[in-house]
């Protein structure tokens, strides 16, 4: 059974850095072609990707966020780390972890439940 | 970069056939996807590469694609389908992914 599950701070302040970890089981981050991807949702608002990476290690960063962002991955915890730096009250959203299930094209078979974060002082 | 861009809203009454349309240039090259989000849970898979339905879902999800436009067609709407509805796309040379702005479904 393949299963994701986001964790970290649930309010962070301004310019703080954000690190949430996705922790993966049912499968291996060791798979070949397999990824993890990471997208937001601020509240009432649209999906938006974030970052992803694959098992050799590529990775991809949204253009937009490309400078505040950093992904990363430790296969023996199977876990994925995701860190966004300068942190403002506009990335309050519910972060996502999903699976990549194959190495192109991308899709997302499997997602975590999310996790809240807000941004305030 | 590229957008994809789906109508804000969609309504049909139970047992009606609801169609949301999923338009963008690369549609023409890349598959598309589709996710269903209900209030308060993660989005879920509906449709891979344009015309795919995951096991288990029920026949009443299906796919298409022409040209420069997709569209999720939902049979027999049920009370149940009411939700958000994303459409997805990736760009190989950019390594890059993108999300249309989402449909609300309402069932009437």
């Known amino acids: 059974q393949v299963t994701l599950k986001e964790s970290g701070p649930v309010l962070v302040k301004p310019t703080e850095t954000l690190t949430l970890t996705c922790s993966v089981s049912?499968?291996?981050?060791?798979?070949?072609?397999?990824?993890v991807i990471w997208i937001r949702q601020p509240p009432g608002k649209a999906l938006e990707w974030l970052a992803h990476?694959?098992?050799?290690?590529?990775?991809s960063y949204s253009t937009s966020l490309k400078s505040r962002l950093t992904i990363s991955k430790d296969t023996s915890k199977s876990q994925v780390v995701l860190s966004m730096t300068n942190m403002d009250p506009v990335d309050t959203a519910t972060y996502y972890c999903a699976r990549i299930p194959e190495e192109f094209p991308y899709y997302f078979d499997y997602w975590g439940q999310g996790t809240l974060v807000t941004v305030s002082s | 970069s590229y957008e994809l861009k789906q109508p804000p809203s969609v309504s049909v009454s139970p047992g009606q056939t609801a169609r949301i349309a999923c338009s963008g240039d690369t549609l023409s090259k890349q598959y598309a996807y589709w996710y269903q989000q209900k209030p308060g849970q993660a989005p879920v898979l509906v449709i891979y590469k344009d015309t795919e339905r995951p096991s288990g879902l029920p026949e009443r999800f299906s796919g298409s694609s022409s040209g420069t436009t997709v569209t999720l067609t939902i049979s027999g709407v049920q009370a149940e389908d009411e939700a958000d509805y994303y459409c997805q796309s990736a760009d190989s040379s950019a390594a890059s992914v993108v999300f249309g702005g989402g449909t609300k479904l309402t069932v009437l």
């Open positions: 049912g499968f291996s981050l060791s798979n070949a072609k397999m990824g």
């Open positions: 990476i694959f098992s050799n290690d590529e990775t």
